[in-house]
């Protein structure tokens, strides 16, 4: 349950609020994602982890996804050039901990 970008699916809290079907967390989420200037709908608050065909509407064009698998990679962490600038900018401004688990 590895992201592309290397975050263990397992402590998402978009990830449990799916798996438990928990609407609380979803709000929870929701709230995090407007205070960042993302308003995005509670239905699409659905996510079973990066490999899985059922993810966020927001990370359909997430571009770690696509540059490793443009290079024929399963994450991140494989590549040559990791961490590059832009995935470590990612992780420090946006990968918050939250209550022991991860907001995504």
């Not at 990830?15 to 438990?20: E, I, K, L, M, R």
């Not at 995005?40 to 996804?65: F, N, V, W």
């Not at 994450?75 to 590059?84: H, L, Q, T, V």
């Amino acid at each position: 349950m590895i992201s592309h970008c290397g975050i263990d699916c397992t402590r998402c809290q978009t990830f449990h609020a799916t798996a438990g079907n928990d609407d609380a967390l979803r709000r929870e989420i929701q709230q995090y994602y407007k205070e960042i200037g993302m308003d995005i709908a509670m239905q699409d608050l659905h996510c079973r982890g990066c490999h899985s065909e059922e993810q966020m509407p927001t990370c359909a064009g997430c571009p770690y996804k696509q540059c490793g698998q443009a290079k024929g990679l399963t994450r991140c962490a494989e590549c040559a050039e990791y961490p590059c600038e832009s995935l470590q900018w990612y992780t420090e401004n946006y990968i918050k901990p939250s209550m022991g688990r991860l907001i995504l």
